[in-house]
């Protein structure tokens, strides 16, 4: 005898035709619940971006925050800080960038030493 005759599936189409039982309902509480979110992170780490590799060239995207930093203030200083077609370029670098960078950025700006091309 097969030591997996036991454990075969059950026949969808013998089910439904009644030649054989339909498996049982899962008894209450014998589901394990999902552990709650903060028991998923490892305690005591702090989680970071994956730095740069060459291998994955598309994944990092450090020119395109830049970028869109460098062209959000080149359009606020054409056409005025609060310019509404600049705003889009203001979403884009603050969703792109870690805020870390962009307030440096600010800080040096203000300070008149912000090494970028505006």
């Given at each position: ?66 970028a869109r930093f460098i062209e959000y203030h ?7 800080g609060n310019a509404p077609e600049c705003e ?24 008149g030493i912000f090494p970028g091309p505006l």
């Amino acid at each position: 005898m097969d030591p997996h005759d036991k454990m075969r599936a059950r026949d969808v189409e013998k089910v439904a035709k009644g030649e054989q039982a339909p498996r049982p309902p899962h008894e209450p509480g014998s589901i394990s619940q999902a552990p709650p979110p903060d028991a998923v992170l490892i305690k005591g780490e702090e989680l970071k971006t994956a730095p740069y590799d060459v291998r994955f060239p598309f994944t990092n995207q450090t020119l395109h925050c830049y970028a869109r930093f460098i062209e959000y203030h080149k359009c606020a200083r054409a056409k005025g800080g609060n310019a509404p077609e600049c705003e889009k370029f203001a979403t884009y670098y603050r969703s792109l960038c870690p805020s870390e960078w962009y307030q440096r950025w600010n800080e040096q700006l203000e300070l008149g030493i912000f090494p970028g091309p505006l």
